[in-house]
């Protein structure tokens, strides 16, 4: 008997060790303070793989501060990447030329990973495989992001943008949370259909946030749980809070408010 209540068995228990796991879990960081971001991965860490410091947010951050920060996730064995939209900020400021800087800057800083998105500055297919290229050149793994934040994209766009990235060497597709959104709901129809038409163990879907028009806390809930019946307790999830993180692992292994596999909470 292991921890508080080992003789209670778990449905589906995903084993805390990151590695041979299924189902990624991805953190956002919006501006924490350390200490209560090394308090959250005391808790539940074990249940995190990797943290985005939110949006252009890393350009704020004194250089002690953001190093910190870093050092605190890579000695806590996570990966660690700032959010696209400040790459998109660095392209609208400074044109393409800047992206080369942008990716040594990243990597010096010991960033493990860059997210290439085009929520407002929109990327062709050949400008994206440039990126992709220039990041893994740099030592950085690559996360592509798909989907718009303010305009849907629809499911055949979406698979297919997610293929171009696969094929162009991004180690993981990052799914715009606001493309499941629908009337103020889930939208378990497009779910559907790109979880049935991609390999999701390269996916993660991100979970829609407050700056989400009609992304409620109930809708988010309910987009977690539907995640989790279509694709499995391993899926691939993002932009997940610390203090989500239990929460979170609860509803993976069926100790949370759906109950255990096939009951209803």
């Given at each position: ?18 590695e041979g ?84 800057e ?62 162009a ?58 995640l ?7 899926v ?30």
């Amino acid at each position: 008997m292991a921890g508080p209540f080992g003789f209670i068995d778990v449905a589906a228990m995903r084993p805390r060790a990151r590695e041979g796991r299924a189902g990624l879990t991805m953190v956002v960081d919006g501006g924490i303070p350390l200490a209560r971001m090394r308090d959250g991965l005391e808790l539940a860490g074990d249940f995190a793989d990797i943290v985005k410091v939110k949006v252009g947010s890393a350009r704020l951050y004194t250089g002690a501060a953001l190093a910190a920060k870093v050092a605190l996730c890579r000695e806590s064995g996570l990966g660690i990447f700032p959010g696209g939209q400040f790459l998109e900020y660095a392209l609208h400021m400074h044109g393409v030329a800047v992206a080369a800087d942008y990716f040594a800057e990243t990597a010096r800083l010991g960033f493990t990973a860059v997210e290439i998105s085009d929520n407002v500055v929109r990327l062709s297919d050949a400008e994206r495989l440039v990126l992709i290229g220039q990041a893994r050149a740099a030592g950085l793994a690559v996360y592509s992001e798909v989907g718009a934040k303010h305009e849907a994209t629809g499911s055949v766009e979406l698979i297919r943008q997610a293929q171009v990235s696969l094929d162009a060497g991004a180690d993981l597709v990052l799914v715009e949370a606001a493309e499941f959104v629908a009337g103020g709901a889930a939208d378990a129809a497009m779910i559907a259909e790109v979880t049935a038409a991609l390999d999701m163990a390269r996916v993660m879907i991100e979970l829609p946030g407050p700056w989400i028009p009609g992304a409620t806390p109930d809708v988010i809930e309910d987009m977690k749980k539907a995640l989790i019946r279509a694709v499995g307790p391993g899926v691939n999830l993002g932009n997940v809070a610390f203090d989500d993180l239990l929460d979170l692992e609860c509803a993976r292994v069926g100790l949370g408010t759906e109950g255990p596999p096939g009951m209803r909470g």
